[in-house]
């Protein structure tokens, strides 16, 4: 028989799950809204357009231009309409081509032989060009003050026996997962800090031991960010427009979100108990 007081754990355990479904079912339908939109669908087109580029040649890229951001041939630019600047030097990478030739056997007669060879081409970085605007879209920024629930998450990083190091991150990234130690990029404000934080506590809870086989890299952002948004919410930050459209740009959707439910859940609720707990109240590491 269940006395009174463990009812009260209990009950307060399944309001705060049915909230945390509740807002799961808010974001999956804001992710949807933003992938039907003719912005997104505008992006996604012009995005099509650019070429998938071989890890060698990004690092060829990166060397030449380590700026770069969206690089495509001179003719590609001119069809997004946009015009490589007279006088910009271009970027070389390696481009494969294919071949058939006739080879003649011993026999006297021929066969058709396929073949590949590479060659250097010449790209642009948008930089270096002028013209129409890309369809964008913007993911912004947490612009909120929230330095006391980024104090309780590094507490929580803590006693998770996390590090967190801040400090500004060259790749542009708010914050990277290492497992057993996250990076996060102090040039943004501490409600974006927090959010960043909670993400990647997410990760490491999520993706570093018990990774489901066969998980995408999407998926994988899509549950850290689905996290983030949750916590976030629950401590009064506004992080619908920013975590619905960062999902939607990983192709994630509301039935990918809810596939995920029970695991972005259960990590939500883990965190924000940790957040609540006496210990992460007073700062102090458990």
């Not at 790209?123 to 993911?139: E, S």
């Not at 803590?158 to 542009?172: A, C, D, H, K, L």
């Not at 890299?217 to 689905?226: F, H, Q, T, V």
Request: proline content about 3%; hydrophobic content about 40%; aromatic content about 6%.
């Amino acid at each position: 028989m269940q006395t009174l007081s463990e009812n009260g754990p209990k009950r307060k355990a399944q309001e705060l799950r049915a909230q945390i479904d509740g807002r799961l079912a808010t974001l999956a339908g804001a992710v949807d809204e933003v992938r039907a939109s003719e912005t997104f669908r505008a992006y996604l087109d012009t995005q099509a357009k650019f070429h998938s580029y071989s890890w060698h040649n990004c690092m060829l890229i990166a060397m030449q231009r380590p700026s770069a951001t969206q690089v495509a041939g001179y003719r590609q630019w001119q069809k997004l309409g946009r015009q490589v600047r007279k006088g910009e030097k271009s970027i070389a990478i390696i481009a494969p081509c294919t071949y058939k030739r006739e080879v003649e056997r011993d026999d006297g007669e021929t066969d058709i032989e396929a073949g590949v060879y590479f060659r250097a081409v010449s790209v642009f970085d948008i930089a270096q060009t002028d013209g129409d605007d890309l369809p964008t879209v913007d993911v912004p920024t947490i612009d909120a003050v929230a330095d006391d629930l980024l104090a309780k998450l590094l507490t929580v990083a803590r006693s998770r026996e996390i590090r967190v190091n801040f400090g500004q991150i060259p790749s542009g990234a708010f914050g990277v997962s290492k497992g057993g130690t996250i990076d996060i990029d102090d040039q943004h404000p501490t409600g974006q800090q927090a959010k960043t934080l909670a993400h990647e506590l997410a990760h490491e809870a999520l993706h570093k031991q018990d990774r489901p086989h066969g998980l995408t890299r999407g998926i994988a952002e899509l549950e850290a960010e689905s996290v983030a948004y949750v916590v976030g919410t629950h401590f009064g930050l506004d992080c619908e427009v920013r975590s619905s459209r960062y999902i939607a740009l990983w192709n994630g959707d509301g039935k990918a979100l809810k596939a995920s439910l029970d695991r972005i859940a259960t990590t939500a609720r883990d965190i924000i108990d940790d957040v609540e707990a006496p210990n992460a109240r007073k700062g102090v590491a458990a």
